[in-house]
T-cell receptor, first 113, second 114 residues
Framework: DAKTTQPNSMESNEEEPVHLPCNHS???????IHWYRQLPSQGPEYVIH???SNVNNRMASLAIAEDRKSSTLILHRATLRDAAVYYC??????????????FGKGTTLSVSS | DAGVTQSPTHLIKTRGQHVTLRCSPI?????VSWYQQVLGQGPQFIFQ???????GRGNFPDRFSARQFPNYSSELNVNALLLGDSALYLC?????????????FGPGTRLLVL
């Protein structure tokens, strides 16, 4: 299965932008890049996903490198409610677990006021 | 619309017992997946079902089993509970279980095995 590498933790201040990096050098052409986050004591929550082009939604932006070997989740203005574990996940054909999401340890984002 | 619901929210069992966890997907979603999340780790995939058929299975022992019903709800069963089965069990649903689809997670069932 294609794997991702994320920093264990990052810190941010409220109201500032946050850039969460993810490396996925073994990504295949059909793999989608998904980002989920998990707030304390809750189930994971979808943030954004993309294939090749940059994506924007009301929560965040996803910047995908031209060679697709890395991506960055961008939170434009961090709030205290954005403090969570952020997971970068690849899914596509060839995933031995079918269409399941394979979670790593993610990046724990801390936001200070 | 209601999101994914799971029951019970919390459960305490003793070693050797059996447990059944339940999940109701979002209306219209035909695929359900189960994940186990041990404290401090990311969720680990257990099973995926689509249209009542098992579509995928993670690396879990045969003590773990699941099924999906005609209304697309699902049950996860764990036999002969071990202390190591203590975890948060998450259910996720998606429209057709395709890899490009978003999965929507429930709040989980927290199982404690004593």
């Amino acid at each position: 299965d294609a794997k991702t590498t994320q920093p264990n933790s990052m810190e941010s201040n409220e109201e500032e932008p946050v850039h969460l990096p993810c490396n996925h050098s073994t990504i295949s052409g059909t793999d989608y890049i998904h980002w989920y986050r998990q707030l304390p004591s809750q189930g994971p929550e979808y943030v954004i996903h993309g294939l090749t082009s940059n994506v924007n939604n009301r929560m965040a932006s996803l910047a995908i490198a031209e060679d697709r070997k890395s991506s960055t989740l961008i939170l434009h203005r961090a709030t205290l409610r954005d403090a969570a574990v952020y997971y970068c996940i690849l899914s596509g054909w060839g995933n031995q677990a079918g269409t399941a999401l394979i979670f790593g340890k993610g990046t724990t984002l801390s936001v200070s006021s | 619309d209601a999101g994914v619901t799971q029951s019970p929210t919390h459960l305490i069992k003793t070693r050797g017992q059996h447990v059944t966890l339940r999940c109701s997907p979002i209306s219209g979603h035909k695929s359900v997946s189960w994940y186990q999340q041990v404290l401090g780790q990311g969720p680990q995939f257990i099973f995926q079902y689509y249209e009542k058929e098992e579509r995928g299975r993670g690396n879990f022992p045969d003590r773990f089993s699941a099924r999906q019903f005609p209304n697309y709800s699902s049950e996860l069963n764990v036999n002969a509970l071990l202390l190591g089965d203590s975890a948060l069990y998450l259910c996720a649903s998606s429209p057709a279980g395709l890899y490009q689809e978003t999965q929507y997670f429930g709040p989980g069932t927290r199982l404690l095995v004593l």
